[in-house]
């Protein structure tokens, strides 16, 4: 099978770590790192509200681990503009959005239903003939633990 006949729900990732609005960039960045994803998507119930990379949590960070608890990971969204594309969108059609945006990972969805994400290294893999094509539902994982700051006494 050529890339050129791939779409978006064939490639994509399927089973994805997720942070809930009200979660604090100290768990997302925490989350990212135990799952070793670069991306993690912020929902609410099934609907996708965006996507934080590493990137945006390192550039919005101030502070200690106090101040990231007291946020919530929904106001690093506003002025998000990520695109977003279909389960059967064609990937080279994929990637010209990813170019065109700048950016390294668009998920995939269903009116506001996130059903996948696809990321730089799935499109690589996909040329390299390297995906493992697939079918069904996904599974979006929140509320894994929950994560508060020790502080020193006198803090």
């Given at each position: 099978?050529g890339?050129e006949?791939l779409?978006?729900e064939q490639?994509?990732?399927?089973?994805?770590v997720?942070?809930?609005?009200?979660?604090?960039?100290l768990m997302?960045?925490?989350?990212?790192?135990?799952?070793g994803?670069?991306?993690l998507?912020?929902v609410?119930?099934p609907?996708l509200l965006?996507?934080?990379?590493?990137?945006?949590?390192?550039?919005s960070?101030?502070?200690?681990p106090?101040?990231?608890?007291?946020?919530?990971v929904?106001?690093?969204?506003?002025?998000?503009?990520?695109?977003?594309v279909?389960p059967?969108?064609?990937l080279?059609?994929v990637?010209?959005?990813?170019?065109d945006a700048?950016?390294d990972?668009?998920p995939?969805?269903?009116?506001?239903r996130?059903?996948?994400?696809?990321t730089?290294r799935?499109?690589?893999?996909?040329?390299?003939?390297?995906t493992?094509?697939?079918?069904?539902?996904?599974?979006?994982?929140?509320?894994?633990?929950?994560?508060?700051?020790?502080l020193p006494?006198?803090?």
């Amino acid at each position: 099978m050529g890339i050129e006949s791939l779409i978006a729900e064939q490639v994509m990732s399927r089973v994805l770590v997720a942070v809930k609005p009200g979660e604090s960039p100290l768990m997302a960045w925490e989350l990212m790192r135990r799952a070793g994803v670069h991306h993690l998507p912020v929902v609410e119930g099934p609907h996708l509200l965006g996507v934080l990379s590493r990137e945006d949590l390192a550039a919005s960070w101030s502070g200690g681990p106090w101040e990231q608890s007291a946020r919530q990971v929904v106001s690093l969204l506003v002025g998000e503009r990520r695109p977003r594309v279909r389960p059967d969108t064609p990937l080279p059609r994929v990637a010209a959005v990813m170019t065109d945006a700048g950016c390294d990972a668009v998920p995939v969805v269903t009116e506001r239903r996130l059903v996948g994400l696809i990321t730089a290294r799935d499109v690589v893999a996909a040329v390299a003939g390297r995906t493992r094509v697939s079918a069904g539902a996904g599974e979006v994982v929140t509320g894994m633990f929950h994560l508060e700051p020790v502080l020193p006494e006198g803090s």
